[in-house]
């Protein structure tokens, strides 16, 4: 397996400490223990690393699995302190590995604001919070998302390209769509707002907001059935809006494909800036295009195995 399919903040070091991507900057070797913990908790090379990852994984999945127990009432009737006590076991595995995880990479800070150190800290709060507001743990079942770990543990880094792919014609026609969404949201008002006047109280119009509820449902060709108009003016309007959400859903699903279809065009890798640690750059980039830092490992060919 490649140096590209273990996580960005693994640090590939040599016997003598030197980073070996940096030989005109070096710097300062971390101490032995961390080295290795860095190795056990963001490599995917080593034995250790994948047993780590495989029994975390199995961990993050036993704890979503009894966040889900503890929402049925049968079972909290019965089994309610045992779910309580193994809440607060994972929750204090996962402190700790947390903790290891900052311990162990040579900027804290830059992990703890990246996604997975995000969503690894979202992942242990409900449960210290629990204690001051009651039924925020179930906030914990967060703790799927760190299932995407499983990309480099199963050797799947090309699926992992793909979503990146996705994201960045998302990222890309951004503007687009925030147009397109502002464009449906003037016309749900429009909509929302002329039914008030048309249709009134009577028909269960009882306000503009509501009305509005009702242009956003009819829209959207979702159509609960709730609030609907009795006078034909008010029918022949509906008909139109529901027209309009026919015509309207190819829109985002347009700019969205053209985007994909631009991003299809260009050849990019998962290398992660040495600066930002953002991906997404194209495969011969010299530069991060986010940060303007120098990348390293440049055109490094793409490996599953």
């Known amino acids: 397996m490649s140096n590209r399919q273990t996580d960005r903040f693994h640090i590939p070091l040599t016997e003598t400490g030197q980073d070996t991507h940096s030989e005109e900057k070096p710097v300062e070797p971390l101490a032995p223990w961390r080295l290795t913990l860095n190795d056990i908790i963001f490599g995917a090379e080593s034995k250790g690393g994948k047993l780590f990852d495989v029994v975390l994984i199995i961990a993050i999945l036993l704890s979503v699995v009894a966040v889900m127990l503890e929402s049925v009432p049968m079972i909290v009737a019965n089994y309610r302190p045992q779910l309580i006590g193994i809440e607060w076991l994972f929750t204090i595995a996962f402190t700790i590995e947390y ?7 040579r900027h804290p800070l830059k992990y703890a604001t990246s996604f997975y150190g995000i969503v690894d800290l979202f992942s242990i709060i409900p449960t210290y919070l629990s204690v001051l507001i009651p039924g925020i743990n179930s906030l914990l079942v967060i703790r799927i998302l760190r299932i995407l770990r499983v990309f480099r543990v199963l050797k799947l880094i090309r699926y992992v390209n793909e979503a990146e792919m996705l994201m960045q014609a998302l990222r890309t026609g951004r503007r687009k769509i925030l147009v397109f969404l502002y464009s449906v949201i003037t016309m749900v008002v429009v909509f929302g707002a002329i039914m008030f006047l048309v249709e009134g109280p009577a028909a269960g119009f009882t306000s503009i907001p509501t009305s509005i509820y009702w242009a956003i449902v009819t829209l959207t060709t979702v159509g609960y059935g709730d609030i609907s108009p009795v006078t034909p003016l008010g029918q022949l309007i509906a008909s139109a809006v529901m027209i309009t959400g026919y015509a309207i859903i190819a829109v ?4 969205y494909t053209a985007e994909l279809a631009n991003q299809l065009r260009v050849q990019r890798d998962n ?7 953002k991906t997404g750059h194209e495969a011969d980039a010299e530069f991060c295009r986010f940060c303007g830092e120098e990348m390293i490992d440049k055109k490094v060919p793409a490996s599953d195995s």
């Open 252 to 255: 985002p699903t347009g700019i």
């Open 99 to 105: 903790g290891l995880r900052l311990a162990s990479v």
């Open 271 to 277: 290398r992660g800036c040495p600066g930002c640690g």
